[in-house]
């Protein structure tokens, strides 16, 4: 199950399931259910439940689950957020079907139970919380108890991740048919805890309708695209990969990408080296291979060999006219290719020629790199917090908007670092990855993730599909090293990452 869909495409998927013959008031009871199977796992059997309820269908869902639960015995206590006879439709069905008291919401009884169902508001929710909302979520916040969320925690929109204003910090998260962006993009992820994903009869037929375009990043996303070395097989099958080095005080980040190249499988790397450093690369380098390469014009030189079939520029190249014209270079044929860090800064003043020059070469896998601050020099109107707007809604456009526009713009496939790292196609096909340990966050990590990206590339992977395993696999590798990982750690960690895939 790895298709997110957003919050305008879970109420498609919602009217469905409806028009092929379930009632909503049956969704919305199996919703329910499911939520007070969470609690029921989480509690005590004389924990003391308290269900706050919203004035629309996420408050349906916790009466139901409230129902439930009193019926396995529980103590629960129901608030509702508005007026109960301005409950319409399926949620009116629902409050009707709840034979207990229905208080009105206040601050106070968060911190009288020992857990709480936020049923207050969903992913739909566009909009900064206020007045006596907010104050229920700080009150919830500020309570020992433990917090179960309906469908997304209040105040977290399930577009974008963001926080819209005061937004429930829960302990679990309870959700239907798909997750949605906002329960794996930041901070939305870390206000969820535990997500529950939970199967409420909608049939999977409703994607082929949506047809959605963004995925949790994960194996089936892109695994049948990949071929492991066959027994008939041979290095120069898998591809010829190039890193560019840097000047001879910059070589490091150069030899980390070529290491992780050829662990990410591909048959040969070799790194294009300044004459200066060399002796330095020759020196640390085994099953790498080293090649003096003397400016622009040395490197297109070299690449004249079509058996070179995957370039990586930016790991420690250094920044200025000399890496652009070597970037230039590169475009300037039909290999793939990867720019990362400095590569991607050099052009940041002409970003309008880069893109020119990915564009004259369509069929050409071209991969970008960028984490935020790359991001915003090379699209300062997409950075985050500027005014761009793709039309969505009145919210600002999310990371997976901003990914997605990129990429448009472009034509190469954007990565977009970060904990909640996005890959986007210009197809606008992305994915979010959700698996890196905070411990990747380190020097060097980066330049082992353009070296997995380009290694991939070398084995032919259409550029979406090798960058996205990219992040997965640096993910796991991550995962694998483990606390205090450093960046030598990751490529020899990807042995056992491609072991279990």
Same mark, same amino acid.
């Given at each position: 199950?790895?298709?997110?869909?957003?919050?305008?495409?879970?109420?498609?998927?919602?009217?469905?399931?409806?028009?092929?013959?379930?009632?909503?008031?049956?969704?919305?009871?199996?919703?329910?259910?499911?939520?007070?199977?969470?609690?029921?796992?989480?509690?005590?059997?004389?924990?003391?439940?308290?269900?706050?309820?919203?004035?629309?269908?996420?408050?349906?869902?916790?009466?139901?689950? $409230? /129902?439930?639960?009193?019926?396995?015995?529980?103590?629960?206590?129901?608030?509702?957020?508005?007026?109960?006879?301005?409950?319409?439709?399926?949620?009116?069905?629902?409050?009707? /079907?709840?034979?207990?008291?229905?208080?009105?919401?206040?601050?106070?009884?968060?911190?009288?139970?020992? *857990?709480? =169902?936020?049923?207050?508001?969903?992913?739909?929710?566009?909009?900064?919380?206020?007045?006596?909302?907010?104050?229920? =979520?700080?009150?919830?916040?500020?309570?020992?108890?433990?917090?179960?969320?309906?469908?997304?925690?209040?105040?977290?929109?399930?577009?974008?991740?963001?926080?819209?204003?005061?937004?429930?910090?829960?302990? $679990?998260?309870?959700?239907?048919?798909?997750?949605?962006?906002?329960?794996?993009?930041?901070?939305?992820?870390?206000?969820?805890?535990?997500?529950?994903?939970?199967?409420?009869?909608?049939?999977?037929?409703?994607?082929?309708?949506?047809?959605?375009?963004?995925?949790?990043?994960?194996?089936?996303?892109?695994?049948?695209?990949?071929?492991? @070395?066959?027994?008939?097989?041979?290095?120069?099958?898998?591809?010829?990969?190039?890193?560019?080095?840097?000047?001879?005080?910059?070589?490091?980040?150069?030899?980390?990408?070529?290491?992780?190249?050829?662990?990410?499988? /591909?048959?040969?790397?070799?790194?294009?080296?300044?004459?200066?450093?060399?002796? #330095?690369?020759?020196?640390? *380098?085994?099953?790498?291979?080293?090649?003096?390469?003397?400016?622009?014009?040395?490197?297109?030189?070299?690449?004249?060999?079509?058996? *070179?079939?995957?370039?990586?520029?930016? @790991?420690?190249?250094?920044?200025?006219?000399?890496?652009?014209?070597?970037?230039?270079?590169?475009?300037?044929?039909?290999?793939?290719? =990867?720019?990362?860090?400095?590569?991607?800064?050099?052009?940041?003043?002409?970003?309008?020629?880069?893109?020119?020059? #990915?564009?004259?070469?369509?069929?050409? @896998?071209?991969?970008?790199?960028?984490?935020?601050?790359?991001?915003?020099?090379?699209?300062?109107?997409? $950075?985050?917090?500027?005014? $761009?707007?793709?039309?969505?809604?009145?919210?600002?456009?999310?990371?997976?908007?901003?990914?997605?526009?990129?990429?448009?713009?472009?034509?190469?496939?954007?990565?977009?670092?970060?904990?909640?790292?996005?890959?986007?196609?210009?197809?606008?096909?992305?994915?979010?990855?959700?698996?890196?340990?905070?411990?990747?966050?380190?020097?060097?990590?980066?330049?082992?993730?353009?070296?997995?990206?380009?290694?991939?590339?070398?084995?032919?992977?259409?550029?979406?599909?090798?960058?996205?395993?990219?992040?997965?696999?640096?993910?796991?590798?991550?995962?694998?090293?483990?606390?205090?990982?450093?960046?030598?750690? *990751?490529?020899?960690?990807?042995?056992?990452?491609?072991?279990?895939?």
């Amino acid at each position: 199950m790895i298709e997110l869909l957003t919050p305008a495409e879970m109420a498609q998927a919602d009217r469905f399931a409806i028009e092929r013959g379930t009632p909503g008031i049956v969704l919305m009871d199996r919703a329910g259910r499911a939520v007070a199977d969470v609690v029921a796992a989480r509690a005590s059997a004389d924990a003391r439940i308290l269900v706050i309820s919203g004035p629309g269908n996420n408050g349906g869902d916790g009466f139901v689950a $409230a /129902a439930d639960l009193r019926r396995r015995g529980y103590d629960v206590r129901l608030q509702l957020l508005g007026a109960r006879e301005k409950l319409t439709g399926d949620a009116a069905l629902a409050a009707d /079907a709840w034979e207990g008291a229905v208080e009105a919401a206040d601050t106070e009884a968060p911190g009288q139970c020992d *857990l709480v =169902v936020d049923a207050l508001f969903g992913a739909g929710l566009a909009r900064p919380l206020e007045g006596l909302a907010a104050d229920i =979520v700080a009150a919830i916040n500020a309570s020992p108890a433990d917090v179960v969320a309906v469908d997304l925690p209040s105040g977290v929109s399930g577009r974008s991740g963001r926080a819209l204003g005061p937004a429930v910090e829960a302990d $679990a998260t309870v959700t239907f048919f798909r997750l949605k962006p906002g329960h794996l993009l930041l901070p939305g992820r870390t206000r969820c805890g535990e997500v529950t994903l939970a199967d409420i009869g909608i049939p999977e037929a409703a994607l082929g309708v949506l047809e959605p375009a963004a995925f949790r990043n994960a194996p089936a996303l892109w695994h049948g695209s990949w071929r492991p @070395p066959s027994v008939d097989g041979h290095k120069y099958a898998r591809g010829h990969a190039v890193v560019v080095s840097g000047p001879m005080a910059q070589t490091g980040a150069a030899r980390l990408a070529a290491g992780a190249a050829l662990r990410a499988g /591909a048959g040969l790397v070799t790194v294009a080296s300044p004459p200066s450093a060399l002796m #330095i690369n020759a020196a640390h *380098l085994t099953a790498v291979m080293v090649r003096s390469v003397d400016g622009a014009e040395g490197l297109a030189t070299l690449l004249a060999d079509r058996r *070179l079939n995957a370039v990586a520029i930016g @790991p420690g190249a250094g920044v200025g006219p000399d890496t652009a014209a070597s970037v230039r270079a590169i475009l300037d044929g039909d290999r793939g290719v =990867v720019l990362d860090a400095d590569a991607l800064t050099s052009l940041a003043d002409a970003p309008a020629e880069l893109f020119s020059a #990915i564009a004259a070469r369509p069929d050409r @896998p071209v991969v970008l790199t960028p984490h935020e601050g790359e991001f915003a020099r090379l699209f300062p109107d997409l $950075a985050e917090g500027s005014s $761009a707007d793709d039309g969505s809604d009145e919210e600002a456009p999310s990371k997976l908007d901003r990914a997605r526009l990129a990429a448009a713009r472009s034509g190469a496939v954007v990565i977009l670092k970060g904990p909640d790292t996005v890959v986007a196609a210009p197809d606008g096909r992305a994915a979010i990855a959700d698996n890196a340990p905070p411990w990747l966050a380190t020097a060097g990590a980066g330049d082992v993730l353009a070296g997995i990206a380009t290694g991939l590339l070398a084995q032919l992977l259409p550029a979406f599909e090798a960058a996205a395993m990219a992040v997965w696999m640096h993910g796991e590798a991550g995962r694998v090293a483990g606390p205090g990982l450093i960046a030598e750690d *990751l490529a020899p960690a990807l042995k056992a990452v491609i072991a279990r895939m």
